[in-house]
């Protein structure tokens, strides 16, 4: 059976991405979070609500012993599915200017998006390996593309994130196996939601922020059989922000 891992599935972005690749793509959807039990199972109930199915599988994925610990179990356990689709989503920001910023807010962002991105997919492209198919989607941002003033470390670690992309696609480019990254600008979420939106939709062409789900229906395009020739790619979802 295909599986879809998608780190960070509890809430927001990822929680649309697990959704929308379950009702596309009819994948069992393995639902990683970090700490936020409640809202994983409500992403796993709607999953079930919509006829798919899928199980929770929690992991910090900074943490390289938790992430292998996890996978390998659940692969032992699991010998009839494999990871077919791995959505690299889980991100958290820690804005302030730089010439204040804590050594610890630079590692965390870092350490999330970075070492989250080495430890699972190495851990989850074995598989991808050996039966030469894959996808692979890294979920990186405007603030990667351009640079944002405050956010020093997350524009750092989400351009890490960029660069991996285009170099791991031209490695795994002949087994089959497609790495993209998307780059949302401002979308509505836990994670935008202290932010002034009048104030910033001003400065967006489409006048809005964007929606959780226009990103998954972009991932679900990159997922399926018919985007197979694209690859090292960056897709900007911006509402014009960044073209
Ligand atoms: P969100 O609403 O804050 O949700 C973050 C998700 O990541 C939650 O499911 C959270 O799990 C999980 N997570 C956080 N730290 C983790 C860790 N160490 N290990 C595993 N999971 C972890 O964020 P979002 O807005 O949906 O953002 C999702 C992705 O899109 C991030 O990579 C973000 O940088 C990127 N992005 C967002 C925007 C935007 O405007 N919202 C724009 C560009 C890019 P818990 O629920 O357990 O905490």
């Known amino acids: 059976m295909n599986c879809a891992l998608i780190t960070g599935a509890s809430r927001g972005i990822g929680r649309a991405i697990a959704l929308r690749?379950?009702?596309?793509?009819?994948?069992?959807?393995?639902?990683?979070?970090?700490?936020?039990?409640?809202?994983?199972?409500?992403?796993?109930?709607?999953?079930?609500?919509?006829?798919?199915?899928?199980?929770?599988?929690?992991?910090k994925v900074q943490y390289k012993q938790e992430v292998d610990q996890a996978l390998d179990a659940w692969k032992a356990n699991n010998p009839d599915k494999h990871i077919h689709v791995l959505v690299n989503n889980a991100g958290v920001t820690r804005d302030g200017l730089f010439m204040w910023m804590p050594e610890s807010d630079w590692d965390e962002v870092m350490d999330v998006s970075t070492k989250g991105l080495f430890n699972v997919t190495q851990n989850a492209i074995q598989q991808m390996l050996r039966k030469r198919i894959g996808r692979i989607v890294n979920v990186a941002s405007v603030s990667g593309m351009k640079g944002v003033a405050g956010q020093t470390n997350y524009s750092a670690a989400k351009g890490a994130i960029i660069s991996a992309t285009k170099a791991l696609a031209q490695e795994v480019a002949k087994r089959k196996i497609t790495v993209n990254a998307v780059a949302p600008g401002f979308i509505t979420s836990d994670m935008t939601k202290e932010l002034n939106e009048q104030e910033l939709k001003q400065m967006?062409?489409?006048?809005?922020?964007?929606?959780?789900?226009?990103?998954?229906?972009?991932?679900?395009?990159?997922?399926?059989e018919k985007a197979a020739y694209i690859t090292g790619e960056v897709i900007n979802i911006n509402g014009g922000i960044y073209s």
């Not at 967006?204 to 399926?224: D, K, T, Y």
């Open 21 to 59: 690749l379950a009702m596309d793509h009819q994948l069992y959807i393995l639902v990683n979070y970090s700490s936020n039990l409640e809202a994983a199972e409500q992403t796993l109930q709607q999953i079930r609500e919509q006829g798919g199915d899928g199980e929770l599988l929690p992991f």
């Open 204 to 224: 967006i062409p489409m006048n809005r922020f964007g929606q959780a789900e226009e990103v998954a229906h972009l991932v679900s395009f990159l997922v399926s």
